[in-house]
């Protein structure tokens, strides 16, 4: 949508393609999640749920789940919001000051950009976890081609492939999980991932802008 239609004090915080993205692989992390868990250790009889079913469908939405991230990173390189998520030197400064704020030890959070240090460093953890679970996932599905043998060499063997996509997964929910509560418990934000809108900031420098900041920063 165009900056033009944006409701009053609204502006565009999350574009379609980006909403897009995240729920496609939000929604194919938890599939994965649900079918890997049950794969590791199933529970129902073979006539209720065959594994080979589980499985065959952990590996369908394997591949949505490398494209989405892929993609997702293809967007951040050509539409520059990859900017949004390296950190910058005002994040490492104020680091301090955020850790308090998350600790419930300050009322503020520091003047950040769209995201604050721990957000960037969680999002930017994101790509490496699912290009390993990438790799894991491939090697346990495809010992015996070259690249699955490749990996399960580079990893030691393949129960140690085991164990670390087992790790990986864990990783993945108990982050998504944090991620969750973080959202939920800063206004707008939730919305915002639906919608794209947010409440816009005024611009730098005005009285309205300046009452937004911590009181030191005034
Ligand atoms: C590209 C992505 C992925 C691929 C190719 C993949 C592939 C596989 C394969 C082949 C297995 C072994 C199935 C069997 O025992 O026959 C497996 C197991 C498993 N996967 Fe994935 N997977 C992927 C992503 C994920 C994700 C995102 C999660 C969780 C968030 C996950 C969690 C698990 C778990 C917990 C197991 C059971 C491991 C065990 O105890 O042996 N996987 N996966
Ligand atoms: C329980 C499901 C989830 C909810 C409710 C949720 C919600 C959100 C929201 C509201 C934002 C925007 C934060 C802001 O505006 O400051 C966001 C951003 C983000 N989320 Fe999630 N999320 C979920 C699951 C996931 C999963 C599974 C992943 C990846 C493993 C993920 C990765 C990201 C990333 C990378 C961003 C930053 C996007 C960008 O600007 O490039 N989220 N999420």
Redesign the pocket.
């Known amino acids: 949508m165009s900056k033009a239609a944006a409701p009053p004090g609204k502006m565009l915080r999350h574009p379609a393609i980006l909403r897009l993205i995240h729920w496609t692989h939000t929604a194919?992390?938890l599939l994965?999640?649900l079918?890997?868990?049950y794969?590791?250790?199933p529970f129902l009889p073979p006539h209720l749920l065959r594994?080979a079913h589980v499985?065959l469908t952990?590996?369908t939405?394997?591949?949505p789940?490398?494209a989405t991230a892929l993609l997702h990173l293809v967007y951040s390189l050509v539409s520059g919001s990859w900017h949004d998520l390296l950190p910058d030197r005002r994040d490492w400064r104020t680091a301090g000051c955020l850790l308090r704020y998350e600790l419930l030890l300050a009322g503020e959070a520091p003047m950040h950009g769209k995201y604050h240090l721990l957000q960037k460093l969680l999002y930017l953890s994101f790509l490496p976890a699912?290009l390993i679970?990438?790799a894991?996932?491939?090697a346990?599905?495809?010992h015996s081609t070259w690249s699955g043998s490749l990996f399960i060499r580079l990893a030691g063997d393949l129960q140690r492939v085991?164990l670390i996509?087992?790790f990986?997964?864990l990783y993945?929910?108990a982050t998504v999980t944090l991620h969750f509560y973080r959202v939920l418990s800063e206004p707008g934000m939730l919305v915002a991932m639906v919608t794209g809108w947010a409440a816009a900031v005024p611009p730098a420098g005005t009285p309205e802008e300046k009452a937004t900041r911590p009181p030191h920063l005034r």
């Open positions: 194919v992390t994965l999640a079918t890997g868990f794969l590791g250790r594994v499985r952990h590996l939405f394997a591949t789940f490398i699912v679970q990438g894991t996932g491939w346990l599905a495809s085991r996509h087992h990986v997964a993945l929910i």
